[in-house]
């Protein structure tokens, strides 16, 4: 499986289950973008009819290219959220553990947290 590891008879995951999701969503979105966009942009490309027959014709494919758009960009938007929420989390463990004495301090073990 491509998100495990074995090391030592033990199994470790890459990625949580929530990062697998977000990860998928965004792939195929992106793939369903593209194949049901290009066929709109290329309408007399020879592999573009077979696309558009295969999303239902032009009007469907205009639909479901939409659609996976919005289902993508609600995906960035728990991604960035998910980011934001899971760096306070750890920055505020973090400064329990090492609190910060002064600005500097605090802004420098701010950077440290973000890029670790």
Do not use: C
């Not at 030592?8 to 969503?25: A, C, E, P």
């Amino acid at each position: 499986m491509a998100a495990e590891a074995h090391h030592g008879g033990r199994l470790f995951y890459r990625i949580t289950l929530n990062q697998r999701i977000q990860h998928n969503l965004t792939m195929i979105t992106f793939m369903i973008q593209v194949m049901s966009g290009m066929p709109l942009k290329f309408p007399n490309a020879a592999w573009a009819l077979p696309l558009i027959k295969l999303f239902g014709g032009p009007y469907m494919a205009g639909r479901i290219h939409r659609i996976s758009g919005l289902v993508m960009f609600l995906t960035f938007l728990y991604i960035l959220f998910y980011i934001i929420i899971t760096t306070v989390i750890k920055g505020i463990k973090y400064f329990k553990v090492y609190p910060a004495t002064s600005l500097g301090d605090r802004m420098v073990k701010i950077v440290k947290l973000i890029y670790n």
